[in-house]
């Protein structure tokens, strides 16, 4: 007999992510701006069954492989597809989309109900299935993928306390210039590169206290810039918020191709930085055309891949935005 259920087939996106601006102050009590790309995301489909059964993708979750050496290539090409390995954690979306897919399945409608949880607060949600799971990132991820669009994100101890969440405003997406997206097929892993400057801070050290302060502070004046459309400010910040994280990690830990790639956007004349920990390069190129060509032509010399950036709209509707809890 077919299970009783809210809908038949039930099926989620969640969208990668950018980190413009202010990265990596989310996790340090900072402030970001983020982009949500229609670029890459990983899905889940959920159809109506008397049993649980967790179906593989028949392209991205083989279990069968004609060879060894398919089995490695796989791994290597596959395993983690564009929309994880660039922008965030495998585990990080693939509970987002259980999150939004399961629980309204079982007719418990978190996501749904807007009265129940308010938006500034369902990326806790995620945040604590995270936890469970040992998975360590940054807050903004699960913010970009929860709101959509552009949004600035305050993370301040303040608000933290206060609130025991940020605070975290859609900006229109018609305030951003053309973006460029580079990357390469071996990215580097984002709990390396936190991992040392993690524990500094902890630590009180005072140099990667201040520098990470300053990153955050280049979140507030992206905004500023965005709202006002001075791209050549933007620009500029762009690539202080890269020149102060390559001050603070090394780049024995940002790895040497991550660091090719910005310097490949750059000896265009570009404004370059990692996406998030690495991996993936968001350009801009404020001279226009000329200068995208110029920039398309250097990466392909260099082996890199570069696509415009699709930025994905907002996901939330005005009923959304009126249940926040810092509204």
Not at 235 to 256: C, I, K, P, T, V
Not at 261 to 287: H, I, L, N, Q
Request: proline share 5%.
């Amino acid at each position: 007999m077919k299970p009783t259920t809210l809908v038949d087939v039930i099926e989620h996106k969640a969208y990668a992510r950018i980190g413009l601006l202010g990265n990596p102050s989310d996790v340090y009590y900072g402030n970001t701006i983020s982009i949500s790309i229609a670029n890459f995301w990983a899905s889940v489909k959920l159809e109506p069954s008397d049993r649980l059964v967790i179906n593989p993708h028949p392209y991205h979750d083989l279990v069968e492989f004609d060879s060894l050496n398919y089995l490695v290539s796989m791994e290597v090409c596959v395993w983690l597809w564009p929309s994880v390995k660039y922008f965030t954690s495998t585990a990080k979306i693939i509970i987002l989309i259980f999150m939004r897919g399961f629980l309204p399945y079982l007719m418990i409608q978190i996501f749904l109900d807007r009265h129940q949880v308010k938006v500034d607060e369902r990326p806790t949600l995620i945040l604590e299935a995270e936890k469970e799971l040992g998975i360590v990132a940054g807050l903004q991820d699960r913010v970009a993928q929860v709101y959509g669009g552009l949004v600035f994100m305050d993370f301040s101890k303040t608000q933290m306390d206060r609130l025991g969440h940020g605070i975290y405003t859609p900006m229109d997406i018609s305030l951003l210039p053309p973006l460029y997206l580079i990357y390469a097929d071996n990215p580097s892993d984002s709990g390396k590169v936190h991992s040392t400057v993690r524990q500094r801070w902890l630590n009180g050290d005072e140099f990667i206290r201040s520098t990470m302060n300053e990153v955050a502070n280049l979140a507030v004046e992206g905004r500023r810039a965005l709202l006002e459309k001075d791209y050549a400010k933007l620009a500029s910040l762009m690539n202080h918020n890269f020149d102060l994280r390559r001050s603070m990690f090394g780049d024995d830990a940002l790895g040497a191709i991550n660091l090719r790639m910005v310097e490949v956007a750059r000896d265009t004349g570009a404004a370059s930085k990692f996406t998030g920990s690495g991996g993936a390069v968001v350009a801009f190129c404020p001279d226009g055309p000329p200068q995208i060509e110029l920039l398309q032509e250097a990466c392909r010399k260099a082996g890199f891949i570069i696509q415009p950036v699709q930025v994905a709209p907002s996901f939330l509707k005005d009923l959304d935005l009126g249940s926040s809890s810092s509204a």
